[in-house]
């Protein structure tokens, strides 16, 4: 079964506003862990990683925060704009997996509406 | 331009039919993966190959099958034997050894078993 997963299958948002999505892991083992976004019709696209040594990493207009306490990855996207509409899947990698594939979570739908 | 390829982007078939998904990349990646995307849900691995004339099962190998006979090309055929082939199509590569972990995907592939 999965061991990355998402609190919320949705999140709507004004334009503007700062969005928070989350992802609760299950595997603490795990140690890099990557955000992607995927538009309608499109492959998703890689936005930030993290690994397990560090709490937060921080993009352009992005920030990832882990707590390996309690095995939960969030993204924030400051100043949320419509472009940010789209589907938003965490992945992890778990131990001894160097080479094979991330596992992937089922993903947030972002709505920003203006 | 470098990237991935994938086509046919929509692709029709009859029951009983064998498809070929195709999938080619120029970012001299050595490992590639496909992985199937069903509405709402997350991505899942169906086979990856990490070195040309290699490859290996992912979770949901069973009704599929793949060739990795050039570096650029990794080619998955959806057979008879696939219950449920109805789904989104990702291809995807990344350079071996997790350096950064990222995965670069195409665009899909759309199948649609009538």
């Known amino acids: 079964g999965e061991s990355v997963g998402l609190h919320l299958p949705t999140l709507s948002v004004q334009e503007g506003d700062n969005s928070i999505i989350n992802c609760a892991y299950s595997?603490?083992?795990?140690?890099?862990f990557i955000w992607y976004k995927q538009e309608s019709g499109k492959g998703p696209q890689f936005i930030i990683d993290?690994?397990?040594?560090?709490d937060k990493r921080q993009g352009q207009r992005v920030t990832v925060l882990l707590n390996k306490t309690v095995k939960h990855l969030s993204l924030q996207i400051a100043a949320t704009q419509p472009g940010d509409s789209a589907v938003y899947f965490c992945a992890e990698i778990p131990p001894n997996q160097a080479g094979t594939a991330l596992i992937f979570g089922k993903g947030t739908t972002l709505s920003v509406s203006s | 331009d470098g990237g991935i390829t994938q086509s046919p982007k929509y692709l029709f078939r009859k029951e009983g039919q064998n498809v070929t998904l195709s999938c080619e990349q120029n970012?001299?990646?050595?490992?590639m993966y496909w992985y199937r995307q069903d509405p709402g849900q997350g991505l899942r691995l169906i086979y990856y190959s990490q070195i040309v004339n290699d490859f290996q099962k992912g979770d949901i190998a069973e009704g599929y099958s793949v060739s990795r006979e050039k570096k650029e090309s990794f080619p998955l055929t959806v057979t008879s034997a696939q219950k449920n082939p109805t789904a989104f199509y990702l291809c995807a590569s990344s350079t071996s050894g997790w350096a950064t972990g990222e995965l670069f995907f195409g665009e899909g592939s759309r199948l649609t078993v009538l």
């Open positions: 993290i690994r397990s040594n560090m």
């Open positions: 970012l001299n990646h050595d490992a």
């Open positions: 595997n603490s083992a795990s140690d890099y």
